[in-house]
Structures are given as structure tokens and as C-alpha cells.
């Protein structure tokens, strides 16, 4: 994965003043690099949950990467958004959510979750883990409504890691997701 790393830029204190902005745009704009990325995070999905039936993924170029996942696994992909930016179903949900530079608002479909899914949360960057988290307190929102079985598997993957923010930490001690259910292709 070294060589996917040198695709990578990084751009100090975006989108505000003492945050330093992961850019993984150049790793997607080569055929090359982007193939392999959907390849091998395909391949480790697949490995990790086997029965794996929807990707979950975070806007914005969560949806990118996400959606490619999903379509090289023939399995089924469910957009997490912004608030506003779903049409007002009756089956939205929305939660607010701290991040490293503030807070913001997800929404998600329930209704685009089918009883029998086991998932996978998908994001391009895991930071500090807030907007991951999120995202699985909605998937047991959907349990407690009944859109998910009790028991459905929720997994988490991630094209990059930034391991000094401590996001996979933060995870296993707020989701209880066990560490060989969350996987990220660089670090």
C-alpha cells in the first residue's frame, strides 16, 4: 500500500485552521490506482463479511469509492447525506454527530435497509471515528425500528486511516465492534 500512499496530498489547516486535509482525489483520478483500491477493499469486504448484502456509505466521496465497492460486490447501496439533502420520506432518520472541527447533521432511508442486511459502513477517511459512529448509532436505530434484524452484522471499511487521530480506538470503545470487523486499506 506504500505506493497508494504517494497518491496522496495533504493540505494544511482546510477546511479550517489546524486541521490538516487528507486529499485522496489524485489515488481516484488514475484508472490504475483506483481500480486496485476497488479491487482490494472488494476483496477484503468480502473477507470480512462474507455475507455482506449492503454498502452503507458517508457523503461525499464515500459515495465514490462506495458505490464502485458495491457495484464490483453486486451488492445493494444505501447513500448516508447531509441534512437536507434526502427528500423528506417519512422513513428518514437524522442524527447530529460530533467531528474534528465541529459538529454536523447525517440522514439516512431506512427504508432502503432491507430486514436481512448485514452491512458494511463505509467511508473514505476514518479520523477520529465521529462520523463512523454516527452512522452505526443509525444502523441500530433501525434495529429498534425494525428495518434490521436484531442481529444483523454491521462492519466497518475505510480507504484511508489516519492512525494519530485515533478513530479505530474510538470506535472500539463506543460501537463494541470487534477490531477484525473494521478495516482500512491505508494507514
Known amino acids: 500500500m506504500q505506493n497508494l500512499k504517494s497518491y496522496l496530498r495533504q493540505l494544511a489547516n482546510f477546511p479550517q485552521q489546524g486541521v490538516v486535509f487528507e486529499d485522496i482525489n489524485p489515488l481516484l483520478s488514475n484508472a490504475d490506482t483506483f481500480k486496485k483500491v476497488i479491487d482490494t477493499l472488494s476483496q477484503q469486504i468480502a473477507k470480512m463479511l462474507p455475507s455482506v448484502s449492503k454498502i452503507v456509505a458517508i457523503e461525499a466521496r464515500g459515495f465514490v469509492v462506495g458505490g464502485a465497492i458495491a457495484r464490483k460486490l453486486e451488492v445493494g447501496f444505501v447513500p448516508v447525506r447531509k441534512k437536507g439533502k434526502l427528500p423528506p420520506f417519512e422513513s428518514v432518520r437524522k442524527i447530529e454527530y460530533s467531528l474534528e472541527y465541529g459538529s454536523n447533521i447525517l440522514e439516512m432511508d431506512f427504508s432502503l435497509l432491507n430486514f436481512e442486511d448485514n452491512i458494511v459502513i463505509f467511508d473514505d ?63
Open 125 to 187: 477517511v476514518l479520523a477520529t471515528g465521529g462520523t463512523a459512529e454516527a452512522v452505526f448509532k443509525l444502523l441500530l436505530e433501525a434495529k429498534k425500528e425494525g428495518f434490521l434484524q436484531p442481529n444483523a452484522s454491521i462492519n466497518y471499511a475505510f480507504l484511508l486511516e489516519i492512525e494519530p487521530l485515533k478513530g479505530r480506538q474510538y470506535l472500539l470503545k463506543n460501537t463494541y465492534i470487534p477490531d477484525n470487523q473494521i478495516f482500512s486499506l491505508i494507514q
